[in-house]
């Protein structure tokens, strides 16, 4: 991990974006992820990459130097597909999308790749730090305080930016900002692009450890996340969510970490965590969905291939139309009223109906 007292350098983040107005949000980078994997969920040489975006029309350097994740193996340099990608090709460009992405920016983990300067590994650590020092440190997540002026008082002021121009960063920073849609990061409930985000967070943490030959234990996978400030680069800290990230690293291990993505690693991880359960996929090739009952609010979804795994870890499996179609308030009231009837059964008299329970827990 570089030190968090590193020089900032922005680079090419000054130059134009060229990728519409904000309240298109993060649509154009959705595309280029999908054009440059070519809708397959499998490392990329990066210059493979490049040239097929470039092929296009569309600017190429900010989407690899500062959203994506570089290694190189064997010589070949290679963007990664991980938990980014994973929802780029398996869904259409959404707010929960632009949420992810920018986490991806703000967490600043670039990787590293052939002629790369030693502070591109993580590129925007004054993003990094404007976050987590700034907007939770001091503003407390009121991002209606947010502009291109404070931005730009911030890394003005700050002695660890190094660079000629502190207006044209601000500015883009913001437009990032205003497409990433960081007001809707404040919530304090947990929500989808959250859960996205803590799996797109370990597959970074795992991959820029491998760069210096560290491997990550899981049962270090909640001290690396608070490390790098996961609580305080998605929102507002609340118990719902620590409690949370216990169940999702869990979940994250099962699937096999990064290999989720491959079937045959998922199959021979299932064939080890559950010798006696013969492996199967479905046919639906959509990602499936992990729901847990301690709290449906944590909801992940997840390749097919993982179905089992899920289960291994806790989690119930939810059917691709199913996690298109979840509905919270719907899914609680369906398993309650399903427990009342378990009840029923076994001769033990509810003394309330699952509306009544519904309506208790919303405080009604």
Same mark, same amino acid.
């Given at each position: 991990? +570089?030190?968090?007292? /590193?020089? $900032?350098?922005?680079?090419?983040?000054?130059?134009?974006?060229?990728?519409?107005?904000?309240?298109?949000?993060?649509?154009?980078?959705?595309?280029?992820?999908?054009?440059?994997?070519?809708?397959?969920?499998?490392?990329?040489?990066?210059?493979?990459?490049?040239?097929?975006?470039?092929?296009?029309?569309? *600017?190429?350097?900010? *989407?690899?130097?500062?959203?994506?994740?570089?290694?190189?193996?064997?010589?070949?340099?290679?963007?990664?597909?991980?938990?980014?990608?994973?929802?780029? %090709?398996?869904?259409?460009?959404?707010?929960?999308?632009?949420?992810?992405? @920018?986490?991806?920016?703000?967490?600043?983990?670039?990787?590293?790749?052939?002629?790369?300067?030693?502070?591109?590994?993580?590129?925007? %650590? $004054? #993003?990094?730090?404007?976050?987590?020092?700034?907007? #939770?440190?001091? =503003?407390? $997540?009121?991002?209606?305080?947010?502009?291109?002026?404070?931005?730009?008082?911030?890394? !003005?002021?700050?002695?660890?930016?190094?660079?000629?121009?502190?207006?044209?960063?601000?500015?883009?920073?913001?437009?990032?900002?205003?497409?990433?849609?960081?007001?809707?990061?404040?919530?304090?409930?947990?929500?989808?692009? $959250?859960? /996205?985000?803590?799996?797109?967070?370990?597959?970074?943490?795992?991959?820029?450890?491998?760069?210096?030959?560290?491997?990550?234990?899981?049962?270090?996978?909640?001290?690396?996340?608070?490390?790098?400030?996961?609580?305080?680069?998605?929102?507002?800290?609340?118990?719902?969510?620590?409690? +949370? &990230?216990?169940?999702?690293?869990?979940?994250?291990?099962?699937?096999?970490?990064?290999?989720?993505?491959?079937?045959?690693?998922?199959?021979?991880?299932?064939?080890?965590?559950?010798?006696?359960?013969?492996?199967?996929?479905?046919?639906?090739?959509?990602?499936?969905?992990?729901?847990?009952?301690?709290?449906?609010?944590?909801?992940?979804?997840?390749?097919?291939?993982? #179905?089992? =795994?899920?289960?291994?870890?806790?989690?119930?499996?939810?059917?691709?139309?199913?996690?298109?179609?979840?509905? =919270?308030?719907?899914?609680? !009231?369906?398993?309650?009223?399903?427990? @009342?009837?378990?009840? !029923? !059964?076994?001769? &033990?008299?509810?003394?309330?109906?699952?509306?009544?329970?519904?309506?208790?827990?919303?405080?009604?």
């Amino acid at each position: 991990m +570089a030190n968090e007292t /590193d020089i $900032w350098r922005p680079g090419s983040f000054t130059k134009n974006f060229s990728w519409g107005k904000p309240s298109a949000g993060l649509s154009e980078l959705h595309e280029i992820i999908r054009l440059g994997f070519t809708n397959e969920m499998k490392d990329v040489p990066r210059e493979e990459f490049r040239g097929r975006v470039r092929s296009s029309g569309r *600017p190429d350097y900010i *989407p690899i130097n500062f959203f994506l994740f570089n290694k190189t193996v064997d010589g070949v340099n290679l963007l990664c597909a991980d938990e980014l990608v994973f929802q780029a %090709l398996n869904y259409s460009h959404s707010p929960r999308f632009d949420k992810l992405a @920018l986490f991806a920016f703000i967490l600043s983990l670039a990787g590293r790749w052939t002629g790369a300067r030693a502070e591109q590994r993580r590129p925007a %650590l $004054w #993003a990094n730090a404007y976050v987590k020092e700034h907007i #939770a440190g001091i =503003l407390n $997540w009121q991002t209606k305080l947010v502009s291109a002026d404070d931005i730009e008082n911030f890394v !003005k002021g700050d002695p660890r930016y190094r660079a000629e121009t502190t207006r044209k960063l601000a500015t883009n920073l913001n437009y990032l900002f205003i497409g990433g849609r960081l007001s809707e990061m404040d919530s304090a409930r947990i929500e989808r692009w $959250w859960v /996205d985000c803590l799996f797109l967070a370990l597959d970074r943490i795992v991959e820029d450890r491998l760069l210096d030959r560290k491997a990550t234990s899981p049962s270090d996978y909640g001290r690396h996340l608070e490390r790098y400030g996961f609580m305080e680069l998605t929102g507002k800290a609340t118990l719902e969510k620590k409690l +949370a &990230i216990k169940h999702l690293v869990n979940l994250y291990d099962a699937c096999g970490g990064r290999s989720r993505f491959s079937e045959k690693a998922t199959k021979e991880r299932t064939g080890m965590l559950l010798p006696d359960i013969q492996f199967f996929v479905a046919n639906d090739p959509r990602p499936r969905g992990a729901v847990h009952m301690t709290n449906p609010r944590i909801l992940k979804s997840i390749p097919p291939a993982c #179905a089992m =795994l899920a289960k291994y870890a806790g989690f119930d499996d939810l059917s691709p139309d199913d996690l298109e179609e979840f509905d =919270l308030e719907e899914f609680v !009231k369906r398993k309650t009223q399903a427990a @009342l009837n378990r009840l !029923k !059964k076994e001769n &033990i008299e509810p003394s309330m109906t699952a509306e009544q329970l519904m309506k208790l827990m919303r405080g009604e």
